[in-house]
């Protein structure tokens, strides 16, 4: 495995390598087992496998979140290696906005305006579309992997893609989670063992939610409200707690069509950010049973 921290290093050490298929899983390190599982997936899809580490500075609002970020290199390269990895490319912040450095990618529209967008502004989807585009532009994948814990950013990222017709597929991968369904994430590293446990509360109220959901319930009101409360009890901070449209991120009242509920919460200093699909389409079976009786 090589490791380089230019893109003209990235570029020669890809050079050879373009015919048999580049697959690229872009994070900020700290790996977890999602980020492994992204890898894996890269791996048994193409030839070489690039992965990114960049705590990306544009895409944080709080300059205390920026600073309290993990930062685990070395232990990430180890894991990145027997995940399969054959380049990591792991850039200083002066390689990636050198002096001078004034373009910015920008998605506009209701995709970056709303939850996410709403609470962190559309600049921190400016940050994730700029670096993103520059990774690809560096990289040039065939393939690039993202976890479906970050649902809005995978929207973002696809529009982007689309608009600007760079040639990569997307891959989605779904959220990876812990025993008691706490989605991964680096952050859950920064949780107290108190908080820890307290923090399970997330995907326990978003399954009342998708069990509401699988029991008919389609009006997004009464199927937030079902989150909320179990947030509430726990005494967990909420930021949001909305069901949209899982393509354009429009605001939805009742679910005729694939929808994202999609929350963020603080436990202690630790904001945690998690999602479930409802689709009306894969409840068929629930629906058809319950006209039968
Ligand atoms: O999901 C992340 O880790 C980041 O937002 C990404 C895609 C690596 C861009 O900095």
Do not use: C, W
């Not at 791996?43 to 309290?68: C, H, R």
């Not at 390269?77 to 990895?85: D, K, V």
């Not at 520059?134 to 809005?152: E, T, W």
């Not at 760079?166 to 859950?188: H, K, Y």
């Amino acid at each position: 495995m090589r490791i380089v921290r230019t893109v003209d290093e990235l570029r020669a050490a890809l050079a050879p390598h373009r015919s048999g298929g580049i697959g690229f899983v872009p994070t900020m390190g700290a790996l977890h087992e999602g980020h492994l599982s992204l890898l894996r997936a890269a791996a048994a899809d193409n030839a070489t496998v690039v992965l990114s580490i960049f705590v990306n500075p544009t895409q944080f609002g709080e300059a205390a979140d920026l600073e309290a970020y993990p930062r685990t290199e070395e232990a990430d390269i180890e894991l990145a290696e027997h995940a399969g990895t054959h380049v990591v490319f792991a850039p200083s912040a002066s390689e990636m906005y050198p002096a001078g450095f004034a373009t910015t990618v920008s998605v506009g529209g209701a995709l970056t305006g709303t939850l996410e967008g709403a609470v962190r502004g559309r600049s921190h989807f400016d940050g994730v579309a700029t670096v993103v585009a520059k990774l690809l532009l560096a990289v040039q994948p065939d393939r690039a992997y993202f976890g479906a814990k970050d649902a809005q950013q995978v929207v973002v990222v696809r529009r982007m893609v689309t608009d600007l017709r760079i040639p990569v597929e997307i891959v989605t991968r779904p959220t990876s989670r812990d025993a008691d369904g706490l989605a991964r994430s680096s952050r859950n590293a920064r949780l107290s063992a108190e908080e820890r446990t307290l923090a399970a509360v997330i995907p326990r109220s978003l399954r009342v939610a998708q069990d509401a959901f699988a029991s008919g319930i389609r009006d997004t009101s009464r199927l937030t409200a079902l989150v909320q409360e179990g947030l509430s009890e726990a005494g967990v901070d909420q930021e949001y707690v909305e069901i949209v449209d899982a393509d354009s991120l429009e605001s939805l009242t009742v679910i005729a069509r694939p929808a994202l509920l999609a929350l963020a919460v603080r436990v202690g200093e630790v904001r945690l950010i998690d999602n479930v699909v409802l689709d009306p389409r894969s409840d068929d079976r629930i629906i058809l049973e319950r006209s039968r009786a």
